[in-house]
């Protein structure tokens, strides 16, 4: 029977060749197929952006249809439509620039680090041990930025340590 050409784009097949597969792959209805398919996945805003510029189509507006369907190169979208697509555009917005500000935290993970890094040098001597012990216990927990903790099923060594620090067993016999 030979090798068929399927086209997700048009959902039809037909015999593989070369002709036959250059024929279809220019062919309007192909373009049309393709096009229609990857504007499924434009944003409310290009959409917005894209009726915006257009004129409103008179047949669609006098009939209620038109002839072009999605092909055509006026807008088919009432005042109403453009209203609510407007506000889509404005939530979503409003909605990216909520998260940003949730996920920006007080302090980064830069400068938790930094600063941890500057106690390291400060506690390399048995005298700055004892006084920056009896200072920092109280806020030992919440010097852990909230993003360490936040994140569930951490693994042991990525935990902070617990505030009286982790318990030693001297273990003696060996083998």
Known sequence: MGKRYYCDYCDRS???????RKKHLNGVQHHRAKKAWFDHFRD?????????????????????????????RFSHMSEEDLFRL??????????REDSVDRLMPER??????????????????????????DG????????????LLSIPDLPPSLLPPPPGGWK??????WG
């Open 86 to 95: 407007k506000r889509q555009v404005e939530d979503e917005r409003q909605l």
């Open 136 to 147: 920092e216990e109280g806020r030992a927990e919440s010097d852990v930025p909230e993003q």
């Open 44 to 72: 409310s805003s290009a959409i917005l952006c894209d009726e915006q510029t257009k004129k409103p189509c008179r047949k669609f507006l006098q009939k209620g249809i038109c002839d072009f369907g999605p092909n055509c």
């Open 108 to 133: 980064s993970v830069e400068d938790w680090l930094s600063r941890r890094e500057m106690k390291k040098t400060a506690l390399s001597t048995k005298e700055d041990l004892k006084t920056e012990e």
């Open 14 to 20: 037909f015999q593989d060749n070369m002709h036959n």
């Open 168 to 173: 030693v067993k001297v273990n003696t016999e």
